[in-house]
C-alpha cells in the first residue's frame, strides 16, 4: 500500500495556498502511485513561499526526490 501524508501549516500562506498545495501533490501521487514502490508511506511538509508554485515544477521536483530516495520501480 502506498501512503502521503501531508503537512501544512499556516506559515506557508493562505488557506487558499494550503489547499491549493495539497490538491497538487495529491494529484501528483496519484499519478505517479503506480510507479511507486509497494508499501512506501511519504510525508510532504510544505515550507513557507511555495504556495503559488507551478504543478510542473512541483512535479519535477517531486520526480527528483523520488529518484534520490530509490522509491521508484524499476521496469524491465
Given at each position: 500500500?502506498r501512503?502521503?501524508?501531508?503537512?501544512?501549516?499556516?506559515?506557508?500562506?493562505?488557506?487558499?495556498?494550503?489547499?491549493?498545495?495539497?490538491?497538487?501533490?495529491?494529484?501528483?501521487?496519484?499519478?505517479d502511485?503506480?510507479?511507486?514502490?509497494?508499501?512506501?508511506?511519504?510525508?510532504?511538509?510544505?515550507?513557507?513561499?511555495?504556495?503559488?508554485?507551478?504543478?510542473?515544477?512541483?512535479?519535477?521536483?517531486w520526480?527528483?526526490?523520488?529518484e534520490?530516495?530509490?522509491?521508484?520501480?524499476?521496469?524491465?
Open positions: 500500500m501512503r502521503i501524508g501531508l503537512i501544512t501549516s499556516r506559515k506557508m500562506g493562505a488557506a487558499t495556498d494550503r489547499n491549493r498545495f495539497r490538491r497538487q501533490i495529491r494529484e501528483i501521487f496519484r499519478l502511485a503506480p510507479q511507486l514502490r509497494e508499501s512506501v508511506w511519504i510525508v510532504v511538509i510544505a515550507r513557507p513561499g511555495i504556495g503559488r508554485v507551478a504543478t510542473a515544477e512541483l512535479r519535477e521536483e520526480l527528483r526526490l523520488s534520490k530516495l530509490s522509491i521508484l520501480r524499476h521496469f524491465s
